[in-house]
């Protein structure tokens, strides 16, 4: 199987724009996703195939592809943005991975 | 109210077994795929396995073939992990996660709480 890489960590201000990049060989022909977890609770969805932003999650959350590298943007960063971000893909086989997860800090 | 409650978790000693459950409610569960997730104790994310609608397609992570088994009871709404040889590694937080398949387009769009379990002597 392959890996998915993140940053361990990205720190931004309140209202500025925070951008977690996810880096993998299969990234160019298999959708991403992009999971939030925060302390104690379950991980919920924030961006499917790519770029697209599901129900309820705020505008300010949006995802871009390019190459090997899959991008999630926080715009206009909220303290309640503060969480653990995952992103996901699918390999041929049919197994799935999750990126090494990024810590986005709100300062 | 869509969701889904996992349970079966606990302590075990190395080289048990243990059997998970997730019943699942507020949705169409026959219609969808369902995954099972883990996370150890201040790790990430870890996929282990996939179950298609019908039981049909299975698909395991390397880390756990051979030793856990997915399963699901359409009737009863509810999805399983049997766990066999269990390691210390297994110590982790397990979640039962459905895949969206029509709206989010494979996504896992809606997880439980978790059931926790722990490998120890």
């Known amino acids: 199987s392959y890996e998915l890489t993140q940053p361990p960590s990205v720190s931004v201000s309140p209202g500025q724009t925070a951008r977690i990049a996810c880096s993998g060989d299969p990234l160019p022909d298999q959708y991403a996703y992009w999971y939030q977890q925060k302390p104690g609770q379950a991980p919920i969805l924030v961006i499917y195939k790519d770029s697209e932003r599901p129900s309820g999650i705020p505008e300010r959350f949006s995802g871009s592809s390019s190459g090997t590298t899959v991008t999630l943007t926080i715009s206009g960063v909220q303290a309640e943005d503060e969480a653990d971000y995952y992103c996901q893909a699918v390999d041929n086989s049919g197994s799935y991975v999750f990126g090494t997860g990024t810590k986005v800090t709100v300062l | 109210e869509v969701q889904l409650v996992e349970s079966g978790g606990g302590l075990v000693q190395p080289g048990g077994s243990l059997r998970l459950s997730c019943a699942a409610s507020?949705?169409?569960?026959?219609?969808?795929?369902m995954n099972w997730v883990r996370q150890a104790p201040g790790k990430g994310l870890e996929w282990l396995s996939y179950?298609?609608?019908?039981?049909?397609?299975?698909y395991y992570a390397d880390s756990v073939k051979g030793r856990f088994t997915i399963s699901r009871d359409n009737a009863q709404n509810s999805l399983y992990l049997q766990m066999n040889s269990l390691r210390a590694e297994d110590t982790a937080l397990y979640y039962c996660?459905?895949?969206?398949?029509?709206?989010?387009?494979?996504?896992?769009?809606?997880w439980g709480q978790g059931t926790m379990v722990t490998v120890s002597s």
């Open positions: 507020g949705f169409p569960f026959s219609r969808d795929s």
């Open positions: 179950i298609s609608s019908s039981s049909t397609i299975i």
């Open positions: 996660v459905r895949e969206d398949d029509w709206t989010y387009q494979d996504a896992f769009d809606i």
